[in-house]
């Protein structure tokens, strides 16, 4: 049990369909992440979420869509992706947004856009 | 603005033995944190340790250990006695300004 649990785990999608990756903690942390990873290059930060707000959209294609309902969940909502979209996406917590005690993070979804 | 550099794609060592990752970074920030991750092929990032830049003292967990040098910001992880599931990718990351940046990360391979 890792505290932070992604699914799905892996995801193929057309570059018309829509799909969204959920997120979920149990560790009552109140700021959420997502980031994307390709290979050989520095995890990207895409989104933060801080006590339910949005408080961070590191310039992320509006074909990414945040969702956060409370403290516990957060999807991304993908449509119209093209095939340089795929990559891991990494969803972690932290208490506050202040991280000096590290992310929790989860499994991530393994995206492959065709 | 934060960067985080690692110079070494990859490192094998022998199991048993003692490896050292390298890590620089660079950052504008007074008052920042540094961390080393480790992602198996699980893929979950596991936080590996942590240390505060105003603390002189270098962190150690178990056989895990850094070398913090503030002056060259430089932020080495050692590993002792390498074993088998310490075979994994590892990022270093800094924390400041409420943003945690990451390295492009280093994959240990350890030979039996």
């Known amino acids: 049990e890792t505290g932070v649990t992604q699914t799905p785990r892996h995801l193929v999608m057309g570059m018309t369909n829509k799909k969204s990756l959920k997120c979920e903690q149990h560790l009552g942390h109140n700021a959420m992440y997502w980031y994307k990873q390709s290979a050989k290059k520095p995890l990207e930060l895409m989104f933060v979420y801080n006590f339910k707000e949005q408080t961070e959209n590191n310039s992320v294609p509006s074909r990414f869509s945040p969702e956060c309902p409370n403290s516990s969940h957060l999807f991304l909502h993908l449509h119209t992706l093209q095939p340089e979209d795929s990559a891991l996406y990494l969803c972690a917590s932290s208490q506050r947004a202040t991280g000096v005690a590290g992310y929790t993070f989860g499994s991530g979804t393994r995206l492959t856009v065709v | 603005a934060q960067t985080v550099t690692q110079s070494q794609p990859e490192m094998s060592v022998q199991e048993a033995e003692t490896v050292t990752l390298s890590c620089t970074y660079d950052?504008?920030?007074?008052?920042?944190?540094l961390f080393w991750y480790k992602q198996p092929p699980s893929r979950q990032m596991i936080l590996v340790i942590r240390q505060e830049a105003y603390k002189q003292q270098n962190a150690t967990e178990n056989r895990f250990s850094v070398n913090f040098q503030k002056a060259a910001k430089s932020f080495s992880l050692k590993i002792s006695d390498s074993q088998l599931g310490d075979a994994a990718m590892y990022f270093c990351?800094?924390?400041?300004?409420?943003?945690?940046?990451f390295g492009t990360g280093t994959r240990l391979t350890i030979i039996p």
């Open positions: 950052t504008s920030e007074s008052d920042y944190y």
């Open positions: 990351a800094s924390f400041g300004n409420e943003k945690l940046t």
